[in-house]
Every structure is written in C-alpha cells, then in structure tokens.
C-alpha cells in the first residue's frame, strides 16, 4: 500500500509477550491476595510523639490500595490474552486487506496493456 507498510511479523512476534504478562500478573495478584495485613501490623510506638499515630486509619488505607492493586491485576490477568489475541487479528485483517488491493490493482491495471478509457465529462 502507498504511504506505510504495516509489518505483520512484527505484530504476530509482540503477542506471546502478552500471554507471558498474563502469568506475570496471575502470580502477582495471588499474592495481593494473600498480603493482608491486621491493624496490629501499623502500630507503632513512640514515646517522643505527642500524638499517637492511629493504626487503624493506616491499616485501612493499606487495604483500600492492595484492593486497589488486586482489582488492577485480576483486569490485567484477563485483559493481556486479549491483547495478544488483537495482535494476531490485526496482522491478519491487514494482510487480508493487502491482498485484496492487490488482486483489485492488478485487474483494474497492467503494465504494457494500456488502453485509452472514455472519459465523463466534467
């Protein structure tokens, strides 16, 4: 096609990569999962601070991100297959389309057989 080339095997060569990402983010997850943490965890004592840090509050907000973190990695998990899959559907529907310009060029012109068309007028 005039003006670009989209290279097929570069896009088929990318899409294993995604389904290795998919463990990546499998066994990640697994262990977002399993990182919880108890209130007790965030305790800290100080003799030298006039307020004491709430526990609590710091456990809580440990909890909100590592259900943030495990949410993100279960999309990760499940949206990386796809990804891998649209690689191989993209090189494919390119090719498609390349071929079939090219059967159409070259019913529509040849090299050596010009003839003069009728043209409309304007």
């Known amino acids: 096609m005039p003006g670009y080339q989209v290279i097929t095997s570069a896009l088929r060569a990318e899409a294993p990569k995604w389904d290795q990402f998919e463990e990546v983010a499998k066994k990640a997850k697994q262990f977002a999962e399993g990182a919880t943490l108890e209130t007790t965890a965030f305790f800290v004592a100080s003799f030298t601070a006039p307020i004491e840090p709430a526990p609590d509050i710091h456990q809580q907000t440990y909890e909100r ?4 973190m495990e ?22 529907k390119y090719e498609e389309a390349e071929a079939e310009v090219e059967l159409d060029l070259n019913e529509i012109y040849t090299v050596g057989s010009h003839k003069s068309a009728k043209r409309m007028p304007k």
């Open 71 to 92: 949410s993100v990695l279960h999309g990760a998990a499940s949206d990386f297959p796809q990804l891998a899959d649209a690689l191989i559907k993209a090189a494919t």
């Open 65 to 68: 991100f590592r259900a943030f």
